[in-house]
C-alpha cells in the first residue's frame, strides 16, 4: 500500500486491526524534524551566546524549509495532508466550539487543530523572514543587507525576539490540545503521529480521498529550493552601502596605532573625532601631539570615514556621541550596556588590561565591524 | 602558546623606521648640543625616578617602559612596548624623527616639560651601555 495515500475503505474492512492510515510518511517525517529543528533553534537563539549562532541559522533555515515543504504537500499530498481536507470554515469553528466536548472525533486536525497548524506554519515563516531581517541589518550578512539599514537591527530582533516567543506560547497550548484530546478520544495521538495509524471507529469523520502527487511534490519543492538559493546568493552578494573603511592608510596605523590597537574611523562621529584631533597634547592624560600637517591628514580621513556616514551597528551605536572632551567608549552608556554580562575583572587582567583594548576580544575590532560571531573572552596566561 | 608569540611579535612590530642614524650617532649629536659629556647613570637615574611635574598618569619614563630595558614594556592601554636597548632592540634609536617625536611627547607626559639635549644623551648612553 502506498505511504502516500488513504487506505481505500475495503482494505480497512479486510484488515480491520492496522487502522487508518491518518499520517503519510512525509507528514511523520516532517513534525519530528520540526520538532528537533525548532527545538535546537530556540534554544539556541533564547538561551545561548552569540558563539552558537551558526546552530542557530542552520536549524532557523531548516525549519523555514521544512515549512515551505509542507505547504507544498498541502497542496499535492494524500487526503489528510491537504489543505482543502482540513482548513475550517468560521461557521465549522464556532460550531465545533459550540459542541464541546460532545463531537465526533476527527480523523485529521479537528477545527481548532487545524487553526493550531496553520498558526505554527504561519509563525515559523515569519520567523524566518524577521531573522533574516534582523541579520541583514543588525549584523549586514545575508540576503537583505545591502537592503536594510543597521539602524533597523534593534527592532527586527525585537520583533524576532517576540515572534520566538509566541511561537513556544503556541507550542505550550499545542501539548495542551494532544495531551486533552488524547485523553478525550482515548487514543495516543503521539504515537498516531510516530506510526501514521488511527483506531478506525464509528461516526469519526473522514478527510475525502485525494490522490497524492509525490513527483510533482517533489518537483516544485526542489525548483522552491533552487529559485531560493540563487535569490539568497544573488542578494547576499551585493556591496553593502557604506560599510566600515576597508582600506587603513599607513600613516594612521604608523601615528595612531603606537600607544593602542587602530580605533576604527567608525566607532565614533566626525565631530567627536574633531574635537579628539585637536586636543592631541591632552590626549588621556598623555601627550599624543603630531606635527600639524600629519594631524590634519589623519582628521580629515577620520572625519570622512566616521560613524554618522557609515552604516553598521557598532556606527549606530556611536554616532550620537556628543562629547565636548573625548570620551573613551567604555564610559559611554551604550558601552556599558553591551558588557553587562563581562565580568569587570577580565577587564583589568592580562592579556586585556584595559577596557579600551577591544582587539584583545573583538578579533575584529580594527575593521570597524565588532560582530558578534568574533568574541572571544581571553584566558588569563599562564606564568 | 604559539599564539601568544605570533600576537607578542605582533605587538612589537616596529613600523618601518628610517635607519638614518644611530645610538652612537645620537650620543654624539646630542652631546655636541649640550657641551658636556654624556653620563649613563644620570641618565639611568632620570629613567627610572618618579617625577611630579608631568600627567598624573604617567609619572616615570617606567610607566610604559619596563624598569629594566631589556625587556618588553606596556603601554597603559595593555599594548605591549619593545624593550628599549638596542642590544635586544636593533631598531631602537635608528630613525631621528622617530626619536625625537617620542622624546618630545613622553617628556612632555612625564616631566611635564621637553627634556634638554643633556637628558637625551644621558639616557641614550645608558640604555646602549646595558
Known amino acids: 500500500m502506498s505511504a502516500f495515500s488513504a487506505p481505500p475503505d475495503e482494505y480497512l474492512q479486510a484488515n480491520p486491526r492496522e487502522g487508518h492510515l491518518v499520517w503519510d510518511r512525509f507528514i511523520r517525517v516532517f513534525h519530528w524534524s520540526l520538532v528537533a529543528s525548532v527545538t535546537i533553534a530556540l534554544i539556541s537563539g533564547l538561551a545561548l551566546d552569540a558563539t552558537w549562532s551558526r546552530l542557530h541559522l542552520v536549524s532557523g533555515t531548516f525549519a523555514v524549509a521544512l515549512v515551505s515543504a509542507r505547504i507544498v504537500w498541502g497542496f499535492t499530498g494524500p487526503a489528510y495532508a491537504r489543505f482543502s481536507g482540513f482548513v475550517p470554515s468560521r461557521q465549522q469553528v464556532v460550531a465545533y466550539l459550540k459542541r464541546g466536548t460532545g463531537h465526533m472525533r476527527h480523523l485529521g486536525h479537528n477545527p481548532l487543530g487545524a487553526l493550531m497548524v496553520l498558526a505554527l506554519l504561519a509563525l515559523i515563516l515569519g520567523l524566518g523572514a524577521t531573522g533574516l531581517a534582523a541579520l541583514g541589518s543588525g549584523l549586514k550578512t545575508g540576503p537583505l543587507a545591502a537592503i536594510l539599514p543597521a539602524s533597523q537591527g534593534g527592532v527586527w530582533s525585537e520583533i524576532h525576539e517576540t515572534a520566538a516567543l509566541a511561537l513556544l506560547g503556541l507550542i505550550v497550548l499545542h501539548l495542551g490540545g494532544v495531551i486533552f484530546e488524547s485523553r478525550r478520544s482515548g487514543e495516543n495521538l503521539p504515537r498516531a503521529m510516530i506510526t501514521g495509524r488511527k483506531a478506525r471507529r464509528m461516526g469519526d469523520i473522514a478527510a475525502p480521498a485525494r490522490t497524492a502527487h509525490p513527483i510533482v511534490a517533489v518537483l516544485s519543492v526542489s525548483g522552491l529550493l533552487l529559485v531560493s538559493a540563487l535569490a539568497v546568493t544573488d542578494l547576499s552578494q551585493r556591496p553593502l552601502s557604506n560599510p566600515p573603511v576597508a582600506v587603513i592608510p599607513p600613516v594612521y596605523s604608523a601615528e595612531c596605532a603606537a600607544c593602542h590597537m587602530a580605533y576604527h574611523p567608525a566607532t565614533r562621529p566626525a565631530a567627536s573625532w574633531q574635537v579628539m584631533m585637536t586636543g592631541l597634547q591632552d590626549h588621556f592624560g598623555e601627550d599624543a601631539s603630531l606635527p600639524q600637517e600629519t594631524a590634519a591628514q589623519i582628521s580629515t580621513w577620520l572625519r570622512r570615514h566616521a560613524a554618522d556616514t557609515t552604516d553598521s551597528k557598532p556606527a549606530t551605536l556611536w554616532a550620537g556621541l556628543r562629547d565636548t572632551t573625548p570620551v573613551a567608549l567604555p564610559d559611554t552608556a551604550q558601552w556599558k550596556r553591551l558588557h553587562d554580562s563581562v565580568d569587570a575583572d577580565t577587564f583589568r587582567r592580562a592579556p586585556v588590561y584595559s577596557r579600551s583594548n577591544c582587539v584583545a576580544c573583538h578579533a575584529d575590532a580594527e575593521t570597524g565591524w565588532f560582530s558578534p560571531f568574533r568574541i572571544t573572552l581571553p584566558k588569563e596566561p599562564t606564568p | ?130
Not at chain 2, 13 to 41: F, H, N, V
Not at chain 2, 43 to 66: E, I, V, W, Y
Not at chain 2, 70 to 92: D, H, L
Open chain 2, 1 to 130: 602558546m604559539k599564539h601568544v608569540l605570533t600576537l607578542t611579535a605582533l605587538l612589537l612590530a616596529q613600523p618601518a623606521l628610517a635607519q638614518d642614524t644611530s645610538p652612537q650617532d645620537l650620543i654624539a649629536l646630542y652631546g655636541a648640543q649640550s657641551g658636556a659629556p654624556p653620563a649613563p647613570d644620570a641618565g639611568r637615574a632620570l629613567f627610572l625616578s618618579d617625577q611630579t611635574g608631568g600627567k598624573p598618569d604617567t609619572p616615570s619614563c617606567t610607566t610604559c617602559h619596563s624598569a629594566d630595558p631589556t625587556r618588553a614594556g606596556q603601554a597603559r592601554t595593555g599594548k605591549a612596548i619593545a624593550p628599549m636597548a638596542p642590544r635586544v632592540a636593533p631598531e631602537r634609536f635608528t630613525d631621528q624623527k622617530f626619536v625625537e617625536k617620542w622624546f618630545g611627547r613622553n617628556c612632555n607626559s612625564v616631566l611635564g616639560r621637553p627634556c634638554t639635549a643633556q637628558e637625551k644623551a644621558d639616557i641614550i648612553s645608558w640604555l646602549n651601555s646595558l
